[in-house]
């Protein structure tokens, strides 16, 4: 984590003006270190998915191109110290995300999947050797990873898995034997490796299955009307053979994907803030440019309201979002922290992006304006990893001590 002072007046003379939409001065809470990171993914965002967004989420196509573009920026890993990853802060972290997510949801989920889930995965559970193998060339996005937890009859409750790991044989030569199907999984048909959750007779466990192991089959989800710009895929395992070292040996019972859970769901917190952003300023510049009755729309009473409602969402949430990262770069972060901001952050991205939706009207329900795109994407974001109701269910029975899950 960069440790220089707060500087705003400084920050304000390199990196211009005040932004008049950040009301709250948010911006005089980010480092200098942070505003320059952040001003960089800004800059990638414009130059490499803006100008091809729409294309690509018209096309249904994932533009695998920019893998090694993200390993180059340093965003794949980002928060992992070691193993040629960044080693930046949480904020930092949180940042990219956030102006990541203001291009598209499906560029985020890329990072976060490469990154929160497979890469943390491998960090904190691996062994050297695994982390050798896979970690430096995730980070340069040369290999490409995903994290196979949910099952067609598993989603909210992973405990539910069907998908199930036997020793091959005996002894410490032993291999695996992996059955099962996988749901939903991200980037899973361009995957090099894949971290699989299965059940064993010691629990659930992690596995690394790397690309081409013979009865792995995936397939891309089709006839999506989110995410079309990413992948997720079914997966079947049939009687397929590991060696004994594709375990990931610190990993034993659910926590070991719920804590990489963790992370990925930090990263949506701050991304939902940045789609939700860009819903705003699209609608903002259009209220601005477009003259009904002969004065513009945002010269309407109506139309200033649902501006000013959604910036005040905006500002709440990325305050929230900076308070979630300061807490995890003081290594103070709780899960019900991370389900309360992911919560909050996602379920107002929605109502903002629909809200701007209904200020460029007839024009907002094409791919020449964002805000629906970024509408039809947060649905899956409020979907995946872990669902409005799961994440109400965690605050819950944090308040009470009581869980309504079981
Ligand atoms: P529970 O009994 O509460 O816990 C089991 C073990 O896990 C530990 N634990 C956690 N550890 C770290 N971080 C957390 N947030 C944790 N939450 C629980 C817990 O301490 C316990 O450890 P131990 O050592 O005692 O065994 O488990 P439960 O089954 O009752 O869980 C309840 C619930 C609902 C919170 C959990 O099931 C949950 O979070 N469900 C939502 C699952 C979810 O988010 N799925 C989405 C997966 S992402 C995906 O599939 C694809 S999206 C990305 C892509 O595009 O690929």
Redesign the pocket.
């Known amino acids: 984590m960069s440790n220089d002072a707060l500087d705003p007046v400084a920050a304000t003379a390199e990196y211009g003006l005040p932004d008049p939409s950040d009301i709250m001065a948010i911006d005089s809470l980010l480092t200098s270190d942070e505003l320059s990171l952040r001003q960089r993914i800004r800059d990638f965002t414009d130059q490499q998915i803006r100008p091809d967004i729409a294309d690509w989420y018209d096309r249904g196509i994932f533009p695998l191109h920019i893998a090694a573009q993200l390993g180059e920026l340093g965003v794949l890993g980002m928060h992992l110290e070691g193993y040629g990853c960044p080693g930046r802060s949480a904020v930092e972290y949180g940042l990219a995300a956030m102006e990541l997510e203001a291009g598209d949801s499906g560029i985020r989920?890329f990072v976060?999947?490469q990154g929160s889930?497979a890469m943390s995965a491998i960090h904190k559970w691996g062994s050297e050797d695994q982390k050798q193998e896979w970690l430096p060339r995730m980070a340069a996005g040369e290999a490409i990873g995903?994290?196979?937890?949910?099952e067609p009859s598993a989603?909210?409750?992973?405990?539910a898995m069907t998908t199930t790991a036997r020793r091959d044989g005996s002894g410490e030569d032993a291999g695996w034997i992996l059955d099962g199907a996988k749901r939903?999984?991200?980037?899973?048909s361009i995957a090099d490796v894949m971290v699989v959750w299965a059940r064993t007779d010691d629990g659930v466990r992690g596995f690394l299955v790397p690309a081409g192991t013979a009865g792995v089959t995936a397939i891309p989800i089709g006839r999506k009307l989110s995410m079309r710009a990413?992948i997720?895929c079914d997966i079947t395992f049939d009687d397929v053979r590991l060696g004994p070292d594709a375990l990931l040996p610190g990993a034993?019972?659910?926590?070991g994907?719920?804590?990489c859970?963790?992370e990925?769901?930090y990263g949506i917190a701050w991304g939902a803030m940045g789609a939700a952003r860009d819903c705003y300023e699209a609608a903002l510049k259009y209220a601005m440019e477009r003259l009904q009755f002969g004065r513009p729309l945002g010269g309407y009473q109506l139309t200033q309201e649902k501006l000013v409602n959604m910036l005040v969402e905006i500002q709440k949430g990325t305050m929230l979002a900076l308070q979630l990262g300061r807490l995890k770069d003081s290594r103070a972060l709780r899960?019900e922290q991370?389900s309360l901001a992911k919560l909050n952050n996602v379920r107002e991205a929605i109502k903002v992006a629909r809200e701007a939706r209904t200020i460029l009207g007839g024009n907002g329900i094409t791919l020449d304006y964002s805000p629906l795109r970024h509408a039809a994407n947060l649905e899956s974001v409020r979907t995946?990893?872990?669902?409005d109701e799961?994440h109400l269910?965690?605050l819950g029975q944090h308040l009470t001590g009581i869980?309504a899950?079981?």
């Open positions: 989920t976060s999947v889930l995903c994290f196979a937890l949910t989603g909210s409750d992973p405990s939903w999984i991200g980037l899973a990413s997720q034993r019972g659910l926590s994907p719920f804590s859970l963790n990925a769901r899960p991370i995946y990893e872990g669902t799961i269910l965690i869980s899950f079981r």
